[in-house]
């Protein structure tokens, strides 16, 4: 039984938004009342060793558009959790299974949950599928689909 007004507070990049991250933030919604989302900055990104494609305002906006959340702000550095926990009264912290275990000891006075990842997606994965794509890989694509063409309209004669 969710107490009344329970907060729940988790982190992320979200960048190419994707069904994990969907998953992840309405499982979180699910365990309280609110959700609040630290959206990483692209300063902290850098720390975090990550270089975003969407810039912070547009992954803050995307993830503020989603029903379940509640309300966005800068993750700036990784030190700011509990101050962010106090500020928000939030009572559950949440974070894909990725991080299991990494913040049990530093998280005081609200609920650590780890929720199981989405599998066979990732911002990481996705990128390298578009690097993947050279010209070359394009441009046979297209030679496949006007060969595709041709033979429908052959058919058609
Ligand atoms: N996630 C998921 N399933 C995926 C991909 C991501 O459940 N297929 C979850 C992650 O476990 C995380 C959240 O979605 O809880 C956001 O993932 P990222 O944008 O990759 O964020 P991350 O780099 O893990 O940043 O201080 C905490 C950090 O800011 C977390």
Redesign the pocket.
């Known amino acids: 039984m969710k107490s009344r007004g329970q907060v729940v507070i988790?982190?992320?990049?979200?960048?190419l938004f994707?069904?994990?991250?969907v998953?992840?933030?309405e499982r979180a919604r699910a365990l309280g009342d609110r959700l609040i989302v630290?959206?990483?900055t692209d300063e902290?990104?850098s720390v975090?060793g990550?270089r975003s494609i969407f810039p912070y305002e547009h992954r803050a906006r995307i993830v503020e558009a989603m029903k379940c959340v509640d309300a966005v702000f800068p993750?700036t550095d990784?030190s700011q959790?509990n101050k962010d926990i106090e500020r928000f009264n939030a009572s559950v912290f949440?974070?894909?299974?990725?991080?299991q275990g990494k913040f049990d000891t530093e998280i005081t006075g609200c609920k650590v949950v780890y929720?199981?990842?989405?599998?066979?997606?990732?911002?990481t994965e996705i990128k390298s599928l578009l690097g993947s794509w050279n010209v070359g890989t394009v441009s046979e694509i297209q030679n496949g689909l006007e060969f595709v063409k041709s033979i429908i309209e052959d058919l058609r004669k």
Do not use: A, C, Q
């Not at 988790?10 to 960048?15: E, K, L, N």
């Not at 929720?115 to 911002?123: D, F």
């Open positions: 988790t982190y992320g990049t979200f960048d994707h069904i994990g991250h998953n992840l933030l630290g959206v990483s902290f990104n975090k990550k993750e990784w959790k949440v974070m894909g299974h990725d991080w929720l199981p990842r989405t599998e066979g997606i990732s911002t």
